[in-house]
């Protein structure tokens, strides 16, 4: 089994083999993904991903949970017009996440990426946080002036949860839940809330990371609860867990990279439009300071 995510963070007890946390899927579907859709089928998305892999060598392999999620809505348009069918906040969501098809397809293209792999580095789940999820279903529905409570987003949650037991079986390091950057529209981020994700997580042993958009935190999660917070300087200042500090501004305009401290890595999201010679370039120069 692979080891948990934890343990290949700096301070962790696999050596802190992490060091620079790329997030890349616009960039790779542009640059790789010929105008086709890789989540049609695993072979399309093993091709585009080996290639994607390859390309860019990072520390962190990531799969888009919520890419394979968006795709079959495109290609199920019926489906969009039935998230708005019934008015609980939680329904869009709920009837998006529900069907077996989406999740057939995960398991098989997980399986052939962890094959792919071979262990040689962590795979992590990445997709939208319960409470992200959850406002861009019902904004899907028609509802844009959607507002979220918490009840409604334990019940996200879990219909989150329910779609990550469907891969249990399957060799994954960690899970990346990623908020939406302008949510401190939907008050302080409560990660309690999140409880039915974290206690899955917590028994495949799977570690979680969390990267945060502008809300703040209303208390400190728990070390057992999430083994890393990603987000810039300001954001992760004096978190008690491994930290990710986001260096994509300072990376894709040629300034200095901020150093990292004992327990932290550099994250960075390759924007869409980049090049790939600035890419491989600025690349080179992060990996050379770590």
């Keep these: 089994m692979t080891q948990p995510l934890a343990d290949l963070l700096p301070g962790g007890a696999g050596g802190g083999g992490v060091r620079?946390?790329?997030?890349?899927?616009d960039y790779t579907l542009r640059l790789l993904g010929n105008g086709g859709d890789p989540w049609a089928g695993a072979a399309q998305y093993l091709a585009y991903f080996s290639q994607a892999h390859g390309l860019l060598r990072p520390d962190v392999a990531v799969v888009e949970v919520g890419g394979l999620y968006d795709s079959w809505l495109v290609r199920h348009p019926e489906l969009k017009a039935e998230l708005g069918a019934k008015r609980r906040l939680a329904w869009p969501l709920r009837k998006?996440?529900?069907a077996e098809p989406p999740r057939a397809i995960l398991a098989e293209v997980l399986a052939a990426v962890v094959a792919h792999l071979r262990g040689q580095v962590p795979l992590v789940l990445a997709m939208p946080s319960p409470r992200h999820w959850l406002y861009r279903a019902n904004v899907l529905a028609g509802r844009e002036d959607v507002e979220l409570d918490g009840d409604g987003i334990e019940d996200a949650a879990m219909y989150v949860a329910d779609v990550l037991r469907s891969v249990s079986h399957l060799d994954v390091a960690g899970l990346l839940f990623e908020e939406r950057d302008d949510d401190a529209r939907f008050g302080p981020l409560e990660v309690e809330r999140y409880r039915p994700v974290l206690n899955v997580a917590r028994h495949y042993?799977?570690?979680?990371?969390l990267r945060l958009g502008d809300a703040p935190l209303a208390a400190q999660p728990a070390i057992e609860d999430v083994q890393a917070l990603i987000g810039p300087a300001a954001a992760i200042h004096g978190a008690d867990v491994a930290t990710g500090l986001d260096v994509s501004e300072a990376l894709w305009a040629g300034q200095e990279i901020p150093a990292r401290g004992a327990r932290q890595f550099w994250f960075a999201e390759i924007p869409r439009e980049q090049k790939?010679?600035?890419?491989?370039?600025?690349?080179a120069r992060l990996r050379a300071q770590a």
Excluded: F, I, Q
């Design 20 to 25: 620079v946390w790329l997030k890349s899927a």
């Design 96 to 98: 998006w996440l529900e």
């Design 276 to 283: 790939p010679e600035s890419v491989l370039e600025n690349l």
């Design 205 to 209: 042993r799977w570690s979680v990371a």
